[in-house]
């Protein structure tokens, strides 16, 4: 069983950056995608971007210019570098690792961004 493990969240003002960490257990290259997602109170998670094992990445319209994706392979971890926040960027933020038949969820990191 593969545990993802959140961390990074904080409360940050606005226009300020943080970086969210996922790490998982086991291999991050046996996943054919990574990626974050976001849940706000009382919305529905949604994606907020993803990286392929090719390398392949892709953003919500909300966040493109402002947040980044990356990986570590040797660390097994994955990264959301986030920029430029704002309030609306509050949620708690997911980490999902993905193959063709499975998928597994982190338990999330707090992001709270004050104005």
């Known amino acids: 069983q593969v545990q993802l493990v959140e961390s990074g969240g904080d409360l940050v003002q606005a226009g300020g950056s943080l970086r969210l960490s996922c790490a998982a257990s086991?291999?991050?290259?046996?996943?054919?995608?990574m990626a974050w997602y976001r849940q706000a109170p009382g919305k529905q998670r949604e994606l907020v971007a993803a990286?392929?094992?090719?390398?392949?990445?892709n953003y919500a319209d909300s966040v493109k210019g402002r947040f980044a994706i990356s990986r570590n392979n040797a660390r097994n971890t994955v990264y959301l570098q986030m920029s430029s926040l704002k309030p609306e960027d509050t949620a708690l933020y997911y980490c999902?690792?993905?193959?063709?038949?499975?998928?597994?969820w982190g338990q999330g990191t707090q992001v709270t961004v004050s104005s």
């Open positions: 999902k690792g993905e193959r063709v038949f499975s998928s597994y």
């Open positions: 086991g291999s991050i290259s046996s996943f054919n995608t």
């Open positions: 990286l392929t094992r090719a390398g392949i990445s």
